[in-house]
């Protein structure tokens, strides 16, 4: 099977720069995936890793190191709207069998 | 808005009835899943469906019964629950990831399933 390991929370100040940091043990991988979900509301993609290295979208990246099983989600210029629990997802074992981590709630504070 | 549509947003059941939950996409999506969210757990993979065809049962319980009747439709038919079913119930549809190059997918707003 799959596991996933990331925070439980995280508090961080508006503006500043804050990384989520996902580690996973699986077999078969395919890729990381990075979602965003607000209190109430859908989770909601934000980035996927396939290979080795940096994706950047906007204040967001996400990184992935495929030989250390390890993955993070960097927020930059952390705006109060970014307060909602991120979830990694691994896929792995067949393309569309998607494991998700327990969530990070990030917390940012004026 | 996602694209993915899901009823009813809020559902409230007893032990002994039986309902179901609907799931719609029209973005031309090939898979279909359910996943189950409780507070403090990840999100629970249950069905996934792939051309209308169930390729994935994460070991769930047969009082669960998911039904895909076409591309853009999933059900979740839900019969002799038990309080610890109460959970948000959430509905997601990707396209094939050898098209898009990686696994997106899009989820419904869930449904709130409380069972008393």
């Known amino acids: 099977g799959q596991s996933l390991e990331q925070p439980s929370e995280v508090t961080a100040v508006e503006g500043a720069i804050v990384q989520i940091n996902c580690t996973y043990q699986?077999?078969?991988?395919?890729?990381l995936s990075w979602y965003q979900q607000h209190d109430g509301g859908a989770p909601t993609f934000l980035s996927y890793n396939g290979l080795d290295g940096l994706e950047e979208t906007g204040r967001f990246s996400s990184f992935l190191s495929r030989s250390d099983s390890y993955g993070y989600l960097l927020l930059q210029e952390l705006q109060m709207k970014d307060s909602a629990s991120y979830f990694c997802a691994v896929t792995a074992g067949g393309y569309q069998k998607v494991t998700f981590g327990t969530g990070t709630k990030l917390q940012v504070i004026p | 808005e996602t694209g993915v549509t899901q009823t009813p947003r809020h559902l409230v059941m007893g032990m002994t009835n039986k309902k179901s939950l609907k799931c719609e996409q029209h973005l031309g999506h090939n898979a279909m899943y359910w996943y189950k969210q409780s507070a403090k757990k990840p999100l629970e993979l249950m069905f996934v469906?792939?051309?209308?065809?169930?390729?994935e049962n994460n070991s769930v319980p047969s009082r669960f019964s998911p039904e895909c009747p076409n591309s853009s439709h999933l059900f979740l038919h839900l019969h002799t629950l038990q309080p610890e079913d109460s959970a948000l119930y959430l509905c997601a549809s990707s396209q094939d990831p050898l098209v898009t190059g990686n696994t997106e997918a899009f989820f419904g707003q869930g449904t709130r399933l409380t069972v008393v």
């Open positions: 469906y792939n051309f209308k065809e169930q390729t």
């Open positions: 699986t077999s078969g991988f395919y890729g």
